[in-house]
């Protein structure tokens, strides 16, 4: 017999194509322009003239080309060119590769908690075997051993007050509203903060889609007011001329979690700035100041009714000012929640390390 023979590994080159390197970069361009496809095409046309990321074989027209070829764009009615649903998927994939790469392969759809109950995750601990328990969870090796001591070997029969079964851990869903803040700020003083809010918001889709399958995640912006967008719209997002208006975007997440049968219910905030806008009497109630009393006391409440509905707030402060830490203190301690003062480029470890760790039961 022959047996195992070892040899040399030699790696085989996995030369990434044109067509491949230029989709990589083109999918970025896109979150950057919130889809805007031929503004993304400029800005890949002047990389092109300045690293030289194409050749004389295969040029900027074949790749648009290409693109839709592959079903990654297509062209609507009106002759525009727009991507398609499997591009928008693969932008969440990469947007979860570059912000969440450490995560390991794990259950699917699961948050352990603390509690003890019929679940997936077995633990070191025995119990006795109960009306109710599932055949799986019988531990023979125990179960003999007990037979053993109660009945003798001479006389071995094993009875229902022999059975040990392992103890499981509870599994936990979670509802979830992400909260962006698409307020003029955050494209303020030449820095894009909108991309980054939208990439830590696709990577969160994505992971709960793939991971947490019975987890609920709802997506709302907030400017002068707030409203509901999918997780497919996530990519075009962009800043407009608004104020902030937190209190309607806290009373439209509030809404939908109510909702959400889950008794686990969870608000995530990005923000960076203080609320500058209410809606009063069917108008805009607006102070660009941002220290209206009237604007932050509504505010303070609405995280305070959020508390009381054990709904709890996790603000992610993507600006470092003193002043704009102050209210977010008073606010989470208004809600019992936490806060985080993230740069941008933390900012999706936090949220996924808060996620996480979010695991308990509330009954």
């Known amino acids: 017999m022959i047996g195992f023979r070892f040899s040399e590994f030699i790696e085989k080159d996995n030369k990434e194509s044109v067509f491949d390197r230029l989709l990589k970069i083109f999918l970025e361009l896109m979150t950057h322009t919130s889809g805007d496809f031929e503004e993304s095409f400029q800005w890949l046309k002047e990389l092109d003239d300045e690293y030289g990321l194409t050749n004389p074989d295969y040029t ?24 398609t649903d499997k591009s928008e998927q693969l932008i969440r994939k990469k947007a979860l590769e570059q912000i969440f790469g450490k995560l390991k392969k794990g259950n699917t759809g699961t948050h352990q908690t603390n509690k003890i109950g ?47 079964v392992n103890e499981s851990m509870h599994f936990a869903q979670m509802s979830t509203v ?21 990439k830590v918001a696709m990577a969160l889709a994505e992971l709960i889609t793939k991971k947490y399958k019975k987890d609920s995640l709802d997506i709302v912006v ?3 007011d707030a409203w509901e967008v999918k997780i497919k719209d996530l990519p075009y997002l962009s800043v407009g001329p608004y104020h902030t208006n937190t209190v309607a975007g806290l009373e439209l997440a509030m809404d939908i979690l109510r909702r959400r ?25 607006q102070n660009s100041w941002g220290h209206d009393p009237k604007i932050i006391n509504k505010t303070i409440n609405l995280a305070i009714q959020c508390r009381k509905l054990n709904i709890p707030i996790t603000t992610f402060m993507i600006a470092q000012d003193p002043y704009l830490q102050k209210f977010v203190e008073e606010f989470t301690e208004a809600n019992k929640g936490k806060a985080f003062y993230s740069d941008l480029q933390g900012l999706g470890d936090f949220i996924f390390t808060d996620y996480e760790k979010n695991k308990r039961k509330r009954y």
């Open 60 to 83: 900027l027209e074949d790749f648009r080309r290409d693109l839709e070829e592959k079903k990654y764009t297509k062209t609507n009615s009106q002759g525009n060119s727009k991507l």
């Open 118 to 164: 019929r679940g997936v995750e077995q633990s070191a601990d025995f119990r006795p075997f109960q009306f109710g328990d599932s055949m799986e969870q019988i531990n023979f090796t125990e179960s003999f051993k007990n037979a053993q001591i109660n009945h003798g070997i001479d006389q071995f029969r094993i009875t229902e007050n022999d059975l040990e």
């Open 261 to 285: 049968r889950n008794s686990n219910k969870q608000i995530f905030m990005i923000t960076d700035g203080k609320p500058t806008c209410i809606i009063e009497n069917g108008k805009h109630y």
């Open 178 to 198: 992400l909260m962006i803040d698409i307020s003029h700020s955050m494209i303020l003083y030449g820095e894009d903060r909108i991309t980054p809010a939208k």
């Open 222 to 224: 907030f400017g002068n």
